[in-house]
């Protein structure tokens, strides 16, 4: 009987009490004793660091040994990488809250850039445009902390900032004009939001710049620089949206009411910003004195802008308003052409009487662009012309910047009050005593010897702007 | 369970930090286990008590000396080495022309036998010495040291299933002798 035999090896273990299988209690103790002696004379008293072999030699005893293979390879594979990764992360993480001009900046852009190809390889449109709406708005927060401080180096920084963002807009603008024609209108609008935050905060900037008593020519033009910049993320939004919607349209689906509220609201609030650029009164008022001041001043130019227009020979202005309908808009029929002489100014030493005219031109010929393009744009807006009211904002974008620029000219040449001809020795007298103002004649007395000797020059371009 | 999670602890602390009271601790829970395995080997107590001591030495110096050491178990290494010094100390009364195992189980028999209590044991002894050598060390191993078959395997360099051939036929050829 197997069960018999068995029962009866098992025995042989319990033939303890036998006093011959067990070992001797005293010689269990003495062997013990020398066996420790022997066991401590090999031993040296080590630092109980733990190191990788012992990690490995604790997955050997406690683990199945295919398992402890495979956790082997698998903590090598993991320190490797914890260590590429953590070396990386370490300098990632402390550069977040770094800006513009830091040292740790570049390394804040290079694991932006990171995730962008991360999510580029991928990522749907949609997650790429929520990365790259993430880094945009890590560029506006930047411009906001560098705005809340101002250092020294603010124009230094902000300029950094300000390149960053453009790219950064770009970037963006690009992926939502891959998108897919169902979802293009809505990311295109999420973006615009952001952007105009980023023309906000970087109008701010701007704003900022101008009151830096600190290298002014330098800070003059950067904010010029802003204020072109603010004026492409505007145009570009608008045509990322208005492709959005021709995407749309072309592909058979209607946008939804939702959708085209935000797109009007979109064109109004662009439109109102516009507007409120270009202040009316004080462009008559400074149209005015440079008539006044370069004696080229006719009765009626101000504020009568047909005649202004239709006199003049070198720019021509073609207003072709045939028809206010909706549907007549929509079309070619509405050609507003806009060919003017634009007045390239390097310094307002070097403005002629000539050039204060063309500039009085431009401004004039604008504003009264300006007019007939929101008029436009409103009705478009009304009919649900949503396409065109976006491409005549963008328009209105352009003429706003020109008018800009020339209301800008003749502001500086109002200030300094410069005429090359009549000569400078002729001008205090007469507009101090006409004016009776002291301070003035003051300014013009100090500015004479710099236009004696400054050369004058004249620099005209066609530019046409449909 | 527990058991063997504080022995793999206790193997942990002498590999990796040569720990002596580590294995003080190892030896106080296999001397007599591996003292019963030797002597049912051997037969004497003399040689017995010497290859015991001299096991548990070569054991450690295994566990301390290696640094690529991969041992899973502390007792299926003890009772591999203990195996290892029992087939050496065969050797060498092989080269003496020595008999000890089987006047020394022949004196051990001898001391079961004049005990009646124990007859049934001496009885299953006797037969056991009678099985060939492989066989008697697999009995052993497994119904008197009451290791698993996995345990078996180690200790003996062969894969389960031939342990449990070799098992069920050594039973086999046990039963054929006592019936």
Same mark, same amino acid.
């Given at each position: 009987?197997?069960?018999?035999?068995?029962?009866?090896?098992?025995?042989?273990?319990?033939?303890?009490?036998?006093?011959?299988?067990?070992?001797?209690?005293?010689?269990?103790?003495?062997?013990?004793?020398?066996?420790?002696?022997?066991?401590?004379?090999?031993?040296?008293?080590?630092?109980?660091?733990?190191?990788?072999?012992?990690?490995?030699?604790?997955?050997?005893?406690?683990?199945?040994?295919?398992?402890?293979?495979?956790?082997?390879?698998?903590?090598?594979?993991?320190?490797?990488?914890?260590?590429?990764?953590?070396?990386?992360?370490?300098?990632?993480?402390?550069?977040?809250?770094?800006?513009?001009?830091?040292?740790?900046?570049?390394?804040?852009?290079?694991?932006?850039?990171?995730?962008?190809?991360?999510?580029?390889?991928?990522?749907?449109?949609?997650?790429?445009?929520?990365?790259?709406?993430?880094?945009?708005?890590?560029?506006?927060?930047?411009?906001?902390?560098?705005?809340?401080?101002?250092?020294?180096?603010?124009?230094?920084?902000?300029?950094?900032?300000?390149?960053?963002?453009?790219?950064?807009?770009?970037? &963006?603008?690009?992926?939502?004009?891959?998108?897919? *024609?169902? $979802?293009?209108?809505?990311?295109? %609008?999420? /973006? !615009?939001?952001?952007?105009?935050?980023?023309?906000?905060?970087?109008?701010?900037?701007?704003?900022?710049?101008?009151?830096?008593?600190?290298?002014?020519?330098?800070?003059?033009?950067?904010?010029?620089?802003?204020?072109?910049?603010?004026?492409?993320?505007?145009?570009?939004?608008?045509?990322?949206?208005?492709?959005?919607?021709?995407?749309?349209?072309?592909?058979?689906?209607?946008?939804?009411?939702?959708?085209?509220?935000?797109?009007?609201?979109?064109?109004?609030?662009?439109?109102?910003?516009?507007?409120?650029?270009?202040?009316?009164?004080?462009?008559?008022?400074?149209?005015?004195?440079?008539?006044?001041?370069?004696?080229?001043?006719?009765?009626?130019?101000?504020?009568?802008?047909?005649?202004?227009?239709?006199?003049?020979?070198?720019?021509? &202005?073609?207003?072709?308003?045939?028809?206010?309908? *909706?549907? $007549?808009?929509?079309?070619?029929? %509405?050609? /507003? !052409?806009?060919?003017?002489?634009?007045?390239?100014?390097?310094?307002?030493?070097?403005?002629?009487?000539?050039?204060?005219?063309?500039?009085?031109?431009?401004?004039?010929?604008?504003?009264?662009?300006?007019?007939?393009?929101?008029?436009?744009?409103?009705?478009?807006?009304?009919?649900?012309?949503?396409?065109?009211?976006?491409?005549?904002?963008?328009?209105?974008?352009?003429?706003?910047?020109?008018?800009?620029?020339?209301?800008?000219?003749?502001?500086?040449?109002?200030?300094?009050?410069?005429?090359?001809?009549?000569?400078?020795?002729?001008?205090?007298?007469?507009?101090?005593?006409?004016?009776?103002?002291?301070?003035?004649?003051?300014?013009?007395?100090?500015?004479?010897?710099?236009?004696?000797?400054?050369?004058?020059?004249?620099?005209?371009?066609?530019?046409?702007?449909? | 369970?527990?058991?063997?999670?504080?022995?793999?602890?206790?193997?942990?602390?002498?590999?990796?930090?040569?720990?002596?009271?580590?294995?003080?601790?190892?030896?106080?829970?296999?001397?007599?286990?591996?003292?019963?395995?030797?002597?049912?080997?051997?037969?004497?107590?003399?040689?017995?008590?010497?290859?015991?001591?001299?096991?548990?030495?070569?054991?450690?110096?295994?566990?301390?000396?290696?640094?690529?050491?991969?041992?899973?178990?502390?007792?299926?290494?003890?009772?591999?080495?203990?195996?290892?010094?029992?087939?050496?100390?065969?050797?060498?009364?092989?080269?003496?022309?020595?008999?000890?195992?089987?006047?020394?189980?022949?004196?051990?028999?001898?001391?079961?036998?004049?005990?009646?209590?124990?007859?049934?044991?001496?009885?299953?002894?006797?037969?056991?010495?009678?099985?060939?050598?492989?066989?008697?060390?697999?009995?052993?191993?497994?119904?008197?040291?009451?290791?698993?078959?996995?345990?078996?395997?180690?200790?003996?360099?062969?894969?389960?299933?031939?342990?449990?051939?070799?098992?069920?036929?050594?039973?086999?050829?046990?039963?054929?002798?006592?019936?």
């Amino acid at each position: 009987m197997p069960s018999d035999v068995i029962q009866k090896l098992k025995g042989l273990k319990n033939a303890n009490g036998h006093g011959r299988v067990s070992p001797d209690a005293l010689w269990i103790q003495e062997t013990r004793s020398h066996l420790m002696a022997q066991v401590r004379n090999t031993t040296t008293q080590s630092k109980k660091s733990v190191r990788a072999e012992h990690v490995f030699q604790w997955l050997e005893i406690f683990m199945p040994h295919n398992y402890a293979v495979a956790a082997r390879r698998a903590f090598v594979f993991l320190l490797v990488l914890g260590v590429a990764a953590g070396g990386w992360s370490v300098g990632a993480s402390a550069s977040q809250d770094s800006l513009p001009g830091d040292a740790l900046w570049k390394v804040k852009l290079a694991t932006e850039k990171l995730q962008e190809v991360a999510v580029s390889v991928v990522g749907s449109n949609g997650v790429q445009v929520a990365v790259k709406k993430k880094i945009l708005t890590n560029r506006v927060e930047e411009i906001k902390k560098l705005s809340e401080k101002p250092q020294e180096d603010y124009p230094k920084r902000i300029k950094q900032a300000k390149d960053q963002l453009k790219t950064s807009v770009a970037s &963006v603008n690009k992926v939502v004009g891959g998108a897919e *024609p169902g $979802q293009a209108v809505q990311l295109a %609008l999420e /973006v !615009s939001q952001t952007t105009q935050e980023a023309s906000k905060v970087l109008k701010e900037a701007g704003q900022i710049l101008d009151g830096t008593p600190a290298n002014q020519g330098e800070s003059q033009e950067l904010s010029q620089e802003i204020d072109r910049t603010t004026k492409e993320f505007k145009k570009d939004t608008l045509a990322v949206i208005a492709d959005a919607v021709q995407k749309q349209m072309d592909s058979g689906s209607d946008i939804g009411i939702q959708d085209e509220n935000k797109i009007k609201k979109v064109v109004t609030d662009t439109l109102d910003e516009l507007s409120g650029e270009i202040d009316e009164e004080k462009t008559k008022d400074i149209i005015e004195k440079a008539k006044q001041n370069s004696e080229v001043a006719r009765s009626g130019d101000v504020g009568d802008t047909q005649e202004d227009v239709s006199s003049t020979t070198d720019s021509t &202005v073609s207003l072709e308003f045939n028809s206010s309908t *909706p549907e $007549q808009l929509s079309t070619s029929s %509405l050609k /507003v !052409s806009t060919s003017v002489k634009k007045v390239l100014v390097t310094s307002p030493e070097e403005i002629h009487k000539e050039d204060v005219n063309q500039a009085i031109q431009v401004v004039n010929q604008t504003s009264q662009e300006v007019r007939q393009l929101k008029e436009e744009i409103t009705t478009l807006t009304q009919t649900n012309q949503l396409v065109e009211a976006l491409e005549r904002t963008k328009t209105l974008n352009d003429v706003t910047a020109q008018a800009k620029e020339g209301i800008r000219q003749l502001e500086q040449y109002v200030k300094k009050d410069i005429v090359s001809d009549p000569p400078p020795e002729d001008i205090p007298n007469v507009e101090s005593k006409e004016n009776g103002d002291i301070s003035k004649e003051t300014t013009v007395q100090e500015n004479t010897t710099t236009t004696s000797t400054s050369t004058t020059a004249v620099k005209t371009e066609e530019h046409v702007v449909n | 369970m527990k058991d063997k999670i504080q022995e793999k602890k206790l193997l942990y602390k002498i590999v990796v930090h040569k720990d002596a009271e580590a294995f003080g601790s190892l030896y106080d829970v296999y001397v007599e286990r591996i003292y019963r395995f030797v002597f049912y080997k051997v037969g004497t107590r003399e040689d017995t008590e010497d290859l015991v001591s001299d096991i548990f030495l070569k054991t450690w110096n295994y566990l301390v000396s290696n640094k690529n050491t991969e041992v899973r178990s502390f007792s299926g290494l003890v009772y591999k080495v203990a195996r290892n010094a029992v087939i050496d100390l065969y050797r060498k009364r092989a080269n003496s022309k020595e008999h000890p195992i089987e006047h020394a189980l022949g004196v051990e028999d001898s001391q079961f036998e004049k005990n009646e209590q124990k007859q049934e044991v001496a009885e299953i002894l006797v037969l056991v010495r009678r099985l060939k050598s492989d066989y008697q060390e697999i009995i052993l191993l497994r119904f008197v040291e009451e290791l698993s078959i996995k345990e078996i395997a180690k200790i003996l360099d062969k894969s389960s299933t031939s342990v449990r051939v070799t098992l069920h036929r050594a039973l086999k050829k046990l039963k054929e002798l006592s019936s």
